[in-house]
């Protein structure tokens, strides 16, 4: 799987760096890797890291929104580290290309993963 560009002494990070970056599950194994970013049009916030699974984990999809302020970057991993579980991957909210538009489906899904609304900070 893919790893992040180390710069440890700048800020940003350019989306292409992030495609393919590893994610580190709560059970500390990469979970899948994220597969594009979801950006607020209006603030320029990312709003939701899409991962991708590559049809492992026994999962019925095989890319799932994560909210992004569900992520944290750790340069020694190379890779987003989160809480997520597996379980609660396979638990998550339905989603389907309406929910972009479903700020109750948002809810749920970030009551789900316990992540700060993007939208409210």
């Known amino acids: 799987m893919g790893r992040a560009t180390a710069h440890?002494?700048?800020r940003l990070i350019?989306?292409?760096?992030?495609?393919?970056t590893?994610?580190?599950?709560a059970a500390e194994d990469?979970?899948?890797?994220i597969d594009h970013l979801l950006i607020e049009k209006m603030s320029g916030r990312v709003a939701y890291a899409v991962m991708s699974?590559?049809?492992i984990l026994g999962l019925a999809h095989s890319h799932?929104?994560?909210p992004w302020t569900a992520l944290k970057y750790d340069a020694k991993a190379g890779g987003y580290r989160t809480g997520i579980t597996v379980e609660q991957l396979r638990n998550a909210p339905e989603?389907?290309?309406d929910s972009w538009t479903d700020r109750a489906w948002e809810?749920?899904?970030?009551?789900?993963?316990?992540?700060?609304?993007?939208?409210?900070r």
């Open 22 to 25: 590893d994610v580190i599950g």
């Open 53 to 55: 699974f590559g049809g």
């Open 95 to 97: 989603f389907s290309d």
């Open 107 to 120: 809810v749920r899904t970030h009551e789900h993963y316990d992540a700060p609304a993007y939208w409210g």
């Open 14 to 20: 350019s989306s292409e760096d992030v495609h393919g």
């Open 8 to 10: 440890p002494d700048h």
């Open 30 to 33: 990469v979970i899948g890797e």
């Open 64 to 66: 799932y929104p994560i």
